[in-house]
């Protein structure tokens, strides 16, 4: 065995097997949803492939520096002159040169077809939030059942009993979703959807009535009008009229971000509204 040998093939398999990783993880749902959902492909969660393509590229970097050890006379030669003389800039290397900054300008201004990736990438983003729902709140798998609960304003006792009813029986309140999840092969969003019938009524909710988080939670721009509706009980149509009043049109199937782009503003700008309507009484 040649170790120049294994250095170069190291560095090609290193090579292909990250543009694997990335192209998954270019498809890979944000955080948030894939730590939701527990989201898996081939049977590793995005954090696995994230670990595994944050080494691979370590190992990439290695075994081309060692194969650069190795061809160091071949790369010279790409920087030599007609007269053998080493020159930096040679037209081949101001060539490479002029291709890296044009796809790195060209991305940070996002110009096509460079924009036209980024907005790919966007299109799988929104897809899988779709597909597999937003959490309620950034990290809600990390809360404890009974916090859980509370934030949500859900009946903490009802909601053991639709778990367990679900088939996700929890040992104690303070255990996170995420490992109620974990326990019984289920997801966070499983055992949420088991106890939404848990939520306390609004007349025993307290008397601050309908409440909108003073800031939106991660994932309200993905959210229809319907959904945002459902998920703080407010009255859809009613919603949709007041909007109407400030100027806003909007549809109950169209998502805040959408409803914000069609009027030039941000989707924090029509969370407030919506707070503001809130606020007022509807």
Not at 120 to 130: C, I, S, T
Not at 223 to 239: C, F, G, I, M, W
Not at 243 to 265: C, F, N, P, S, Y
Request: overall charge neutral; aromatic content about 10%; glycine content about 6%.
């Amino acid at each position: 065995m040649k170790l120049r040998k294994i250095t170069s093939l190291t560095a090609l398999l290193a090579f292909v097997l990250m543009l694997l990783t990335s192209a998954v993880l270019y498809i890979a749902p944000q955080g948030r949803i894939a730590y939701w959902s527990d989201w898996r492909m081939l049977g590793l969660s995005k954090t696995d492939w994230g670990n595994i393509h944050i080494n691979l590229g370590f190992l990439f970097l290695i075994a081309i520096g060692l194969h650069m050890y190795y061809n160091w006379r071949p790369l010279t030669a790409y920087l030599k002159n007609k007269a053998k003389q080493l020159k930096i800039f040679t037209p081949d290397f101001i060539a490479a040169l002029i291709v890296v900054l044009f796809c790195a300008v060209g991305t940070y201004f996002l110009v096509p077809p460079f924009g036209w990736v980024m907005t790919l990438n966007d299109h799988f983003k929104a897809a899988a939030a779709q597909k597999y729902g937003e959490p309620p709140y950034g990290h809600a798998e990390l809360s404890s059942l009974k916090s859980f609960a509370k934030k949500l304003d859900l009946d903490l006792d009802k909601s053991l009993v639709l778990l367990k009813r679900a088939g996700y029986p929890a040992e104690s309140a303070e255990m996170t979703l995420a490992q109620i999840a974990r326990q019984n092969g289920a997801t966070p969003q499983a055992l949420y959807l088991a106890i939404v019938p848990a939520a306390v009524p609004e007349d025993q909710a307290g008397e601050r009535g309908v409440q909108l988080p003073a800031d939106p939670p991660p994932g309200t721009g993905n959210l229809t009008l319907a959904e945002l509706s459902a998920r703080y009980n407010l009255d859809l149509n009613t919603l949709l009229r007041q909007l109407e009043v400030q100027g806003i049109e909007a549809g109950a199937d169209q998502t805040i971000k959408t409803i914000a782009d069609a009027h030039q503003k941000g989707p924090v700008d029509i969370y407030e509204a919506i707070k503001e309507i809130i606020a007022a009484g509807m």
